[in-house]
């Protein structure tokens, strides 16, 4: 089902939903079930898998030049999808990018989720390869989500890359694009972000899923100035506790969102990571509660493998 489909259904009783990544190549399915199976009672109407674009590895030759490698340490998001989907009956999302992907590359990757039963998908235009500092398109491949967007909403409209294609199936996806309450690390403005998120919608996006924050007043303006600017579409949320020290400054640099003080301080002050985890833990709870209790209609944590905080939330929340 579509996810606007279960936000319909859910008449305005607050959902829970999460994100899980693929496990490193070598791991099995079982890691992705240990990782679901303490949340299914929460009966979350759909879960999300996250995509992970091939990286650039130098090997030292023993003549001193370095070799190139590629590599794809996270494979597998489609088929999780589809494990996912036959073992437990609930929707998942695979999330897929612009980056490393042509056009007849993408449409591959939309056939084979149709082919499956796959009705939802993440549109996203990735970052850069990590040996790299801006992002680079693929020859035959999109630069932006709304491009993206806009190949996923032709196919649903049966039009395929081959135009001389006749009678072909329409597909029925539903389309989730990423929003940014504290904007977009390479946007000159939040309005300038909003700007392009609304070109996301118009080029056919069914809603939008945001990046982690952890102060509410930053997502309530967010959701304030998107609709200013005409976007109606569902806005989730996604929530992430924080649980280790390190975090303080690593989300900071890796997603550029700020940390409120008050969080900052608890953590300074915490005597391990287990005491870390729990004041994530607590500030994750107040912040669903505050936006449950604002009506907002899914509420979407960002599970990095790990469950048993998520379980928490959830048991205090849901
Ligand atoms: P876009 O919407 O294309 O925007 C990128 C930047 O370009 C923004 O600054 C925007 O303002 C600007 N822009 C857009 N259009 C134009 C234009 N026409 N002209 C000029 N500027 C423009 N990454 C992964 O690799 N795998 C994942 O599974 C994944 N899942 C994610 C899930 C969520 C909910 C979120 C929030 C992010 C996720 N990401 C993932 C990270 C995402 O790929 C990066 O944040 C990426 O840098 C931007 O992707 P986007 O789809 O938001 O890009």
Not at 28 to 37: A, R, W
Not at 123 to 131: F, I, N, P, Q, T
Not at 161 to 167: I, K, T, V
Not at 260 to 284: F, R, T, Y
Request: aromatic share 10%.
């Amino acid at each position: 089902m579509k996810v606007t489909q279960h936000i319909e259904n859910a008449n305005g009783k607050p959902l829970f939903s999460f994100e899980i990544l693929p496990p490193l190549k070598g791991q099995n399915i079982k890691c992705i079930f240990d990782n679901i199976e303490p949340l299914m009672e929460f009966k979350p109407p759909f879960i999300d898998v996250t995509y992970h674009r091939e990286e650039y590895e130098f090997k030292e030759l023993p003549s001193g030049l370095l070799e190139k490698k590629i590599v794809k340490k996270r494979p597998g998001t489609v088929g999780i999808c589809s494990a996912i989907q036959n073992k437990y009956q609930v929707d998942a999302i695979p999330h897929i990018l612009c980056g490393g992907f042509t056009k007849e590359d993408t449409e591959n990757f939309l056939i084979d989720m149709d082919f499956l039963g796959i009705d939802n998908v993440v549109a996203l235009r990735g970052d850069a390869v990590k040996s790299e500092i801006y992002f680079k398109p693929e020859k035959e491949g999109h630069s932006y989500a709304s491009e993206l967007v806009t190949q996923i909403n032709n196919l649903n409209n049966g039009v395929y890359l081959d135009a001389d294609l006749q009678n072909t199936n329409k597909t029925s996806f539903c389309i989730g694009v990423a929003g940014y309450p504290e904007k977009h690390m390479e946007a000159p403005s939040l309005d300038s972000d909003i700007y392009f998120l609304k070109q996301k919608i118009k080029n056919g996006a069914d809603y939008i899923i945001t990046q982690m924050f952890f102060d509410n007043q930053k997502f309530f303006e967010f959701v304030d100035k998107c609709r200013a600017a005409g976007i109606t579409v569902p806005i989730i949320p996604g929530l992430k506790p924080i649980s280790t020290k390190k975090q303080l400054n690593l989300i900071p640099h890796r997603f550029k969102v700020d940390l409120p003080d008050d969080l900052i301080m608890e953590v300074v002050k915490a005597k391990d990571n287990e005491a870390v985890s729990q004041i994530g833990i607590e500030w994750c709870i107040a912040q669903s509660k505050e936006l449950a209790k604002a009506g907002i209609p899914v509420l979407h944590y960002y599970s990095m493998g790990k469950s048993d905080n998520i379980r928490q939330i959830a048991t205090e929340v849901f």
